[in-house]
Protein backbone atom coordinates (compact mmCIF):
# COMPACT_ATOMS: atom_id res chain seq x y z
CA UNK A 1 0.00 0.00 0.00
CA UNK A 2 0.78 3.96 -0.50
CA UNK A 3 -0.03 6.35 1.98
CA UNK A 4 0.18 9.77 1.48
CA UNK A 5 0.28 13.48 3.19
CA UNK A 6 -0.32 17.16 2.13
CA UNK A 7 0.88 19.88 3.47
CA UNK A 8 0.94 23.70 2.06
CA UNK A 9 -2.50 24.70 1.85
CA UNK A 10 -3.25 28.07 3.39
CA UNK A 11 -5.54 31.35 3.12
CA UNK A 12 -3.60 33.75 0.03
CA UNK A 13 -4.66 36.84 -1.38
CA UNK A 14 -5.72 36.78 -5.05
CA UNK A 15 -2.73 37.21 -7.17
CA UNK A 16 -0.63 35.26 -4.61
CA UNK A 17 1.63 31.87 -4.44
CA UNK A 18 1.49 29.02 -2.68
CA UNK A 19 3.09 25.53 -3.45
CA UNK A 20 1.36 22.53 -1.84
CA UNK A 21 3.92 19.14 -0.69
CA UNK A 22 2.39 15.64 -0.63
CA UNK A 23 5.34 12.98 0.81
CA UNK A 24 4.58 9.41 0.05
CA UNK A 25 5.41 6.37 2.01
CA UNK A 26 5.09 2.54 1.94
CA UNK A 27 5.42 0.28 -1.35
CA UNK A 28 6.97 3.57 -3.24
CA UNK A 29 9.15 1.38 -5.49
CA UNK A 30 5.23 0.68 -7.33
CA UNK A 31 4.17 4.38 -8.22
CA UNK A 32 4.08 5.15 -11.62
CA UNK A 33 2.56 8.58 -11.77
CA UNK A 34 1.58 11.25 -8.82
CA UNK A 35 -0.74 14.55 -9.07
CA UNK A 36 -2.94 16.68 -7.56
CA UNK A 37 -6.96 17.05 -7.91
CA UNK A 38 -8.92 19.17 -6.28
CA UNK A 39 -12.49 19.08 -5.15
CA UNK A 40 -15.01 22.84 -4.26
CA UNK A 41 -16.49 22.29 -0.93
CA UNK A 42 -20.05 21.00 -1.93
CA UNK A 43 -19.49 19.57 -5.08
CA UNK A 44 -18.97 15.83 -5.64
CA UNK A 45 -16.64 15.50 -8.42
CA UNK A 46 -12.48 15.71 -8.34
CA UNK A 47 -11.32 18.17 -10.64
CA UNK A 48 -7.90 17.28 -12.33
CA UNK A 49 -5.01 19.97 -11.27
CA UNK A 50 -2.09 17.80 -12.21
CA UNK A 51 -1.02 14.74 -12.98
CA UNK A 52 3.50 13.87 -13.15
CA UNK A 53 4.02 10.41 -14.55
CA UNK A 54 7.32 8.57 -13.69
CA UNK A 55 8.11 9.39 -17.28
CA UNK A 56 6.64 11.34 -20.18
CA UNK A 57 4.85 14.87 -20.01
CA UNK A 58 2.65 16.00 -17.15
CA UNK A 59 -0.84 16.79 -17.90
CA UNK A 60 -2.65 20.09 -16.38
CA UNK A 61 -6.38 20.85 -16.33
CA UNK A 62 -7.28 23.52 -18.46
CA UNK A 63 -7.96 26.25 -15.75
CA UNK A 64 -4.78 26.04 -14.57
CA UNK A 65 -2.33 25.97 -17.64
CA UNK A 66 0.88 28.88 -17.31
CA UNK A 67 -0.49 29.99 -13.09
CA UNK A 68 0.37 25.85 -11.73
CA UNK A 69 3.45 23.55 -11.77
CA UNK A 70 4.30 20.48 -11.00
CA UNK A 71 7.29 18.54 -9.69
CA UNK A 72 8.61 15.69 -8.19
CA UNK A 73 11.82 14.65 -6.13
CA UNK A 74 11.48 10.75 -6.77
CA UNK A 75 14.57 10.59 -4.19
CA UNK A 76 12.59 12.11 -1.85
CA UNK A 77 9.12 10.73 -2.53
CA UNK A 78 7.60 13.94 -3.02
CA UNK A 79 5.16 15.46 -5.36
CA UNK A 80 4.92 19.23 -5.17
CA UNK A 81 2.21 22.14 -6.72
CA UNK A 82 3.86 25.61 -7.24
CA UNK A 83 0.41 27.74 -7.43
CA UNK A 84 0.66 31.59 -8.92
CA UNK A 85 -1.38 34.17 -9.58
CA UNK A 86 -3.72 32.75 -7.51
CA UNK A 87 -7.91 33.47 -8.71
CA UNK A 88 -10.94 33.35 -6.04
CA UNK A 89 -12.06 29.88 -7.82
CA UNK A 90 -8.69 28.17 -7.07
CA UNK A 91 -10.57 27.97 -3.31
CA UNK A 92 -10.72 24.03 -2.69
CA UNK A 93 -9.26 20.83 -0.72
CA UNK A 94 -6.62 19.59 -2.64
CA UNK A 95 -6.48 15.74 -2.71
CA UNK A 96 -2.40 14.53 -3.65
CA UNK A 97 -2.87 10.96 -5.36
CA UNK A 98 -0.23 8.11 -6.16
CA UNK A 99 -0.80 5.52 -8.77
CA UNK A 100 0.64 2.38 -8.42
CA UNK A 101 0.14 -1.23 -8.78
CA UNK A 102 -0.07 -3.49 -5.85
CA UNK A 103 1.37 -6.90 -4.99
CA UNK A 104 -1.48 -8.71 -6.54
CA UNK A 105 -0.55 -6.89 -10.16
CA UNK A 106 -3.99 -4.81 -9.71
CA UNK A 107 -3.99 -0.82 -10.21
CA UNK A 108 -4.54 1.16 -7.50
CA UNK A 109 -5.23 5.28 -6.63
CA UNK A 110 -3.91 6.30 -3.46
CA UNK A 111 -5.35 9.48 -2.03
CA UNK A 112 -4.26 11.56 1.09
CA UNK A 113 -6.31 13.17 3.57
CA UNK A 114 -6.56 16.78 1.49
CA UNK A 115 -5.19 20.12 1.93
CA UNK A 116 -7.08 23.41 2.30
CA UNK A 117 -6.43 26.16 -0.21
CA UNK A 118 -8.85 29.19 0.37
CA UNK A 119 -8.05 32.22 -1.78
CA UNK A 120 -9.64 35.42 -0.68
CA UNK A 121 -8.93 39.16 0.11
Known amino acids: QVQLIESGGDLVQPGGSLRLSCVASGDISSIYRMGWYRQVPGKQLRDLVATAPNSGAVNYGDSVKGRFTISRDKAKNMVYLQMTSLRLEDTADYYC??????????????WGQGTQVIVSS
Open 97 to 110: HADYRNKSGKYVRA
